[in-house]
């Protein structure tokens, strides 16, 4: 079993700045590959971003590239998601999640989730 603790959410400013962090507890979290997710009112949960085990290969949903930042700690089993120059339609829920083996952006094939964090970006 996988715990995922997300925090960092709040209420930010257009082109302002946030600090996702998610925080695992269980099993060997640099075994695991990890993602963000997001989930807006009304709206299918949708890829972010995603890490590979080793933090070498990384990939993002793109209309977040160049303003997200995806990394991990694997001596702090923590996974961060540095979001700039945020926009009102990043306005959602986020989610970290971790699947054994290689990265992917289809939530199905996660196995662990964590309960979200609220990101609101007032224009």
């Known amino acids: 079993q996988v715990q995922l603790v997300e925090s960092g959410g709040g209420l930010v400013q257009a082109g302002g700045s946030l600090r996702l962090s998610c925080a695992a507890s269980?099993?060997?979290?640099?075994?695991?590959?990890m993602a963000w997710f997001r989930q807006a009112p009304d709206k299918e949960r949708e890829f972010v971003a995603a890490?590979?085990?080793?933090?070498?290969?990384?990939s993002y949903l793109d209309s977040v590239k160049g303003r997200f930042t995806i990394s991990r700690d694997n001596a702090k089993n923590t996974l961060y998601l540095q979001t700039n120059s945020l926009k009102p339609e990043d306005t959602a829920i986020y989610y970290c999640?971790?699947?054994?083996?290689?990265?992917?952006?289809?939530?199905?094939?996660?196995?662990?989730w964590g309960q979200g964090t609220q990101v609101t970006v007032s224009s």
């Open positions: 999640a971790a699947k054994f083996f290689s990265t992917s952006s289809n939530s199905k094939e996660y196995h662990y």
């Open positions: 269980g099993r060997t979290f640099s075994n695991l590959a």
């Open positions: 890490i590979s085990w080793s933090g070498s290969t990384t």
